[in-house]
């Protein structure tokens, strides 16, 4: 029987690994996919200034061809005065000197009109072969963009049949409640490790409001159906919820409640994709289940920064933030500092 159940408990700590691989692979793929799309988004509006700009030289080679057409109109017109009979026959010097300058004005008039017709074609000509290079560079991240989702799409077929076999291991009530036990317990390690290795962050540093003048006037990282459950029992029995569910479709961004640093930014059994940041004075917000991270450990967050992507790691069955806020460890009612839900 003992040997049973640690062969049992081998093989789930093996799935678990995977699982942990794959959502893993899942936040780098996310990441991919959402700087391709930043990258897209910028082609495209890279693509609309050329063609603007096109559009206006076009518009002005037109002027200027208009303008050099009467030019020459009225050349020809003039030109069937021979120009040696108008010189020839101005018997007032000033009048022969006024025809001079004029007829010195008007070609040198018709030359700049051609320098500028000429200008304009060659401006029309480069943004042509920069506007097929944009068009072929949108082209390709469009095309990889396909492939990451497709890859991505793979990985979370493969994490949905190492979800369905973790589902069968784990049987009982008892094994449900012995594995929450164990996550919150590697959280709590976690936690007190930070502690250790992360002492004051901001003593050294020039610093916005301490994070406690904030108390009740925070936003939630994300928009979404707010599920309040700090305090209230959890399904397995004896333990209780130490923060608070946002549901939210996935994909869509979570933002830091306050400036601080990031102090943790990995996947930890029972909360998947978690990051921690650190505000100082012992306050640290929790951002678990996410489905891609976009800061790594040590990086300054700003408040309202995006931080990842809602998701379901960790062996969620529904996409949501689960969000905690603790004070030198300890859990605190996030609903007594987020008081406003966001609209984006």
């Not at 004051?200 to 301490?210: G, L, N, Y």
Request: net charge positive.
């Amino acid at each position: 029987m003992r040997d049973e159940l640690a062969k049992t408990r081998n093989l789930h700590n093996s799935v678990q690994r995977t699982l942990s691989k794959l959502e893993t692979r899942i936040s780098r793929q996310s990441r991919k996919l959402h700087r391709l799309a930043q990258k897209l988004r910028a082609s495209r509006k890279k693509l609309a200034r050329l063609k603007k700009d096109r559009r206006r030289q076009e518009q002005k080679l037109a002027t200027q061809r208009t303008l050099l057409g009467k030019q020459i109109r009225s050349a020809f017109m003039i030109g069937r005065q021979e120009y040696l009979k108008l010189i020839l026959n101005q018997e007032d010097p000033a009048l022969f000197g006024r025809t001079l300058v004029y007829y010195d004005y008007f070609n040198q008039a018709r030359s700049e009109q051609i320098s500028q017709v000429q200008v304009a074609l060659e401006k029309i000509e480069k943004l042509d072969a920069r506007i097929r290079l944009a068009s072929k560079k949108l082209r390709q991240t469009r095309a990889t963009q396909q492939a990451e989702k497709k890859a991505l799409e793979k990985t979370y077929r493969a994490r949905a049949l190492v979800l369905a076999r973790l589902g069968r291991e784990i049987k009982t009530k008892g094994q449900r409640l012995a594995q929450m036990s164990a996550d919150e317990k590697r959280l709590e390690d976690l936690l007190q490790a930070i502690n250790k290795a992360m002492p004051d962050i901001f003593a050294e540093v020039d610093r916005q409001k301490p994070f406690a003048a904030y108390r009740g006037k925070l936003m939630w990282p994300v928009r979404g159906k707010l599920k309040r459950l700090f305090g209230k029992h959890r399904k397995a029995g004896k333990l209780k919820w130490n923060g608070d569910m946002i549901m939210a479709a996935k994909g869509r961004e979570v933002h830091a409640i306050s400036h601080g640093r990031v102090a943790y930014a990995d996947w930890l059994r029972g909360y998947g994709l978690l990051l921690i940041i650190d505000h100082g004075d012992g306050y640290m917000s929790l951002y678990g289940h996410n489905q891609s991270l976009y800061m790594e450990t040590g990086d300054w967050v700003d408040a309202n920064e995006v931080i990842g992507e809602v998701g379901d790691s960790g062996g969620q069955q529904r996409s949501g933030l689960y969000f905690e806020i603790r004070y030198k460890g300890k859990p605190t009612n996030p609903g007594r500092w987020c008081k406003r839900m966001r609209h984006s």
